[in-house]
């Protein structure tokens, strides 16, 4: 049985350019797309060890929430207000580029803080 070496992650999306753009500088990759078609895009991490996130135009638009999503983890290591504040400058960050709070769910003795957001398509994610 051979072992799984690499993931891609998919978005069916209105924009795949725009939204490959966006998921780039989020997380420091860099956007792979070709003007000419703008029916597909992707955002590569530039050392090769995160996943590919592929975007692929689709008619429908989103009518639900995600079953899958990502984590952008912002604040790992840290607790209390030292992770709120690093969360809430990425945050920040990322509504300039489009992206939108949502809702803060704070640390419950279980799972610490972490910010649920949309990006510019309207898919959540959580910075964590």
């Known amino acids: 049985m051979s072992s799984v070496k690499q993931i891609q992650v998919t978005f069916d999306c209105a924009d795949p350019v725009r939204i490959a753009r966006f998921w780039a500088e989020t997380l420091g990759y860099e956007a792979e797309y070709d003007d000419e078609q703008g ?10 060890v995160g996943p590919r996130l592929y975007f692929q135009r689709v008619p429908e638009g989103k009518v639900a929430k ?3 999503h990502l984590d952008v983890r912002v604040g790992s290591g840290l607790v209390g207000e030292e992770r709120l504040a690093a969360l809430e400058a990425e945050c920040a960050r990322l509504v300039a580029l489009g992206a939108a709070r949502v809702r803060l769910l704070t640390a419950d003795g279980v799972n610490e803080s972490c910010l649920v957001m949309q990006d510019i398509e309207g ?4 910075l964590a």
């Not at 029916?39 to 090769?48: E, I, N, S, Y």
């Not at 898919?123 to 959580?126: G, Q, R, W």
Request: with cysteine; glycine share 12%.
């Open 39 to 48: 029916g597909c895009a992707a955002a590569l991490d530039p050392t090769g």
């Open 66 to 68: 995600n079953r899958v």
């Open 123 to 126: 898919n959540e994610f959580c």
